[in-house]
Antibody, heavy 112, light 108 residues
């Protein structure tokens, strides 16, 4: 069974850089494309972007200027970095395998 | 960017009834790349339907998807207590991939 687990800071201050990592088990990270989706508290879903094992990426234009995704095939992990965070970036961040398998989500709160 | 509009915002029904949820796209969704998800409080979304009409593994056959182009529908034939949740549509045919705002299915 494919499992994904997000890990991240929990609480951050404005202007800092958010770093999240998704660890994949039960599947090779070389087999698919891997997305990030976020959900502000009480609101809907927003696609952030995806990465494939070769390192190719596609980003949401609304976040592209602040966003970097990377992949580590040796650790079966992929990561997200979002710079200059504000309160508007407060959300549950999900990592996703090709829409079928989702992590449990990591709540990131941006507050001074 | 393809904007998805779901209706109604809230649907109040009783167990055993049929539910029909709508998702309308601002422009045609390529290759019927339209998915439906169910989300319960505190949980990640669960994929129900992909390719507009294909059920994901393990999804009961009371869930069905239909539509093409700009108009899509999720139907639940006989509501079970566990079906009351929020439902989202998503298009993944054109970047940026986008989600509808959700339909809350609540017990009447």
């Amino acid at each position: 069974q494919v499992q994904l687990q997000e890990s991240g800071p929990g609480l951050m201050k404005p202007s800092e850089t958010l770093s999240l990592t998704c660890t994949v088990s039960g599947d090779s990270i070389r087999t698919s494309y891997w997305s990030w989706v976020r959900q502000p508290p009480g609101k809907g879903l927003e696609w952030i972007g995806f990465i494939i094992y070769s390192g190719g990426t596609s980003y949401n234009p609304s976040l592209k200027s602040r966003l970097t995704m990377s992949i580590d095939t040796s650790k079966n992990q992929f990561s997200l970095k979002l710079s200059s965070v504000t309160a508007a970036d407060t959300a549950v961040y999900y990592c996703v395998r090709q829409w079928t398998f989702w992590g449990q989500g990591a709540l990131v709160t941006v507050s001074s | 960017e393809i904007v998805l509009t779901q209706s109604p915002g809230t649907l109040s029904l009783s167990p055993g009834e049929r539910a029909t949820l709508s998702c309308r796209a601002g422009q045609s969704v390529g290759s019927s790349s339209l998915a439906w998800y169910q989300q319960k409080p505190g949980q990640a979304p669960r994929l129900l339907i992909y390719g507009a009409s294909s059920r994901a593994t393990g999804v009961p056959d009371r869930f069905s998807g239909s539509g093409s182009g700009t108009d899509f529908t999720l139907a639940i034939s006989r509501l079970e207590p566990e079906d009351f949740a929020v439902y989202y549509c998503q298009q993944y045919g054109s970047s940026p991939y986008t989600f509808g705002q959700g339909t809350k299915l609540e017990i009447k």
